[in-house]
C-alpha cells in the first residue's frame, strides 16, 4: 500500500506572523486583514503571478472564476477554468480543481482532476490572495506490477496558496494575443464551397451560412471570457436608401461607418485597452462595407445596386475574409501594445 497526497504542485508559503504585518493585536490571518481593511469592497480583476503560472481572475458582482492564462498544472492548462467561488468582503471561498494522482489516472480507476474545497483571503486590497485549501490524501494498492485500487483515507487544510497581482498590461495583451491568433486561424481553416456552405479541414460541411458558421466558431472556440477585454463591439454604416439617395446623414459621403464599442454588462472587468482594441477590430469591417458601398452601391443603377448587395449579404466567402482581417487588425494593435510597454 502507497500513499499520495494530492496537491497543486505550487511553491510552499510560510504564512507570516501577525506581528510581521504590522498588527500585534492580531491572531489570525483574516484578523490582520480586517484590521487592515474594515469596510472592504474589491475588485480582483486581472492577472495575478501563482506557482509559476499566471492566473487570469474574472469578477461579476460578488462572483469571481479564476483561469489559467499561461502556465499549467499537472492537470489543467490554459485557458481552463481553475477556480471559482463568491467574494464576500476580504473573505473568498469555493471550489477548485486539482489532479488526481497520475499512477491512478493511467490505471483507470480515477478522473485526471477533481474539485475541492478552497478558502482565501484578499490581502493589501486584492494585490495578492492567501488562503487554504483541502487536499486529499490518496492511498493506492499494487498487485503484480498494476494499480487495483486508489481510495481516499484523509483530508486536510493546506495553507500555501499565495497569488500575487501582475502590474501593467503585458499579460492581459499576451492572453488577449494568443486568442485572437487562435480565431484568425479557425476561420483560416474553413473554405467555402461553390453553393456557399462551409466545409471544415477534414472535407464535411459545417454550416450553410456565414450567420450558422458564426455560431459554430463561437461553440468550438469555447472561450471561457478567459480572454474576453470587457467590451461589446459592433458597427453602424449607411443604409442602401440613403446611399442611393444621395443622403449623408452628416458625413462626407453616402458612405460611411461607425464603430460602436461599449462595455459588456456581464462583467466588472474590462481591459484599460479594450475599447481601443475594439475599435481597431471594427475599424476593419466598418473599411470593407464602405469599400463596398463606393464601389457598388454609389452612383449606380438601382437594380443593379440592390443585386449587389443582395450578393454582398449572401458571401459567404466575403464575410470570413473580412473576419480575417479584422483579426489581423486586432492582432497588430496587441502587437504593438506590447512593443510599447516592453513587455517581454
Not at 60 to 66: A, D, E, H, R, T
Not at 207 to 218: H, I, K, T, V
Request: proline share 3%.
Amino acid at each position: 500500500m502507497k500513499a499520495w497526497i494530492m496537491g497543486l504542485g505550487l511553491a510552499a508559503l510560510v504564512l507570516a506572523t501577525a506581528t510581521a504585518w504590522g498588527a500585534p493585536a492580531a491572531t489570525t490571518l483574516e484578523e490582520v486583514v480586517r484590521a487592515a481593511d474594515p469596510n472592504p469592497q474589491y475588485n480582483l480583476c486581472g492577472y495575478y503571478q501563482e506557482g509559476g503560472k499566471v492566473l487570469q481572475i474574472k469578477q461579476s458582482g460578488n462572483q469571481v472564476k479564476g483561469y489559467i492564462s499561461q502556465g499549467s498544472t499537472r492537470c489543467l492548462s490554459e485557458p481552463q477554468l481553475y477556480f471559482q467561488g463568491t467574494l464576500s468582503g476580504y473573505k473568498f471561498s469555493g471550489k477548485m480543481t486539482v489532479c488526481n494522482p497520475q499512477v491512478c489516472v493511467d490505471a483507470g480507476k480515477l478522473a485526471p482532476t477533481r474539485e475541492t474545497e478552497f478558502r482565501f483571503v484578499v490581502y493589501e486590497k486584492g494585490k495578492r490572495l492567501l488562503g487554504t485549501w483541502v487536499y486529499d490524501r490518496i492511498e493506492y494498492d499494487e498487485k503484480d506490477g498494476k494499480i487495483v485500487s486508489c481510495r481516499d483515507v484523509a483530508q486536510e487544510e493546506r495553507s500555501d496558496f499565495l497569488a500575487t497581482r501582475s502590474e501593467g498590461d503585458c499579460d492581459s495583451l499576451r492572453r488577449a494575443l494568443i486568442e485572437r491568433r487562435k480565431m484568425q486561424a479557425m476561420y483560416a481553416d474553413y473554405q467555402v464551397t461553390g453553393t456557399g456552405a462551409v466545409v471544415g479541414p477534414d472535407g464535411r460541411e459545417v454550416a450553410r451560412d456565414f450567420n450558422s458558421f458564426q455560431s459554430l466558431m463561437e461553440e468550438m472556440a469555447q472561450r471561457p471570457q478567459a480572454g474576453n477585454s470587457g467590451v461589446d463591439g459592433g458597427v453602424k454604416p449607411w443604409e442602401f436608401a440613403d446611399v442611393m439617395a444621395g443622403n449623408t446623414k452628416g458625413h462626407a459621403s453616402p458612405c460611411w461607418c461607425k464603430t460602436q464599442c461599449t462595455k459588456n454588462q456581464a462583467v466588472d472587468c474590462q481591459e484599460s485597452w479594450a475599447e481601443d482594441e475594439c475599435r481597431a477590430h471594427e475599424a476593419s469591417h466598418c473599411q470593407t462595407l464602405v469599400d463596398f458601398c463606393e464601389q457598388y452601391l454609389l452612383g449606380k443603377p438601382r437594380a443593379q445596386a440592390w443585386a449587389a448587395w443582395q450578393g454582398f449579404l449572401g458571401d459567404t466567402a466575403l464575410h470570413m475574409a473580412d473576419e480575417q482581417r479584422a483579426y489581423q487588425a486586432s492582432i497588430d494593435f496587441l502587437e504593438q501594445k506590447l512593443q510599447e510597454g516592453g513587455c517581454p
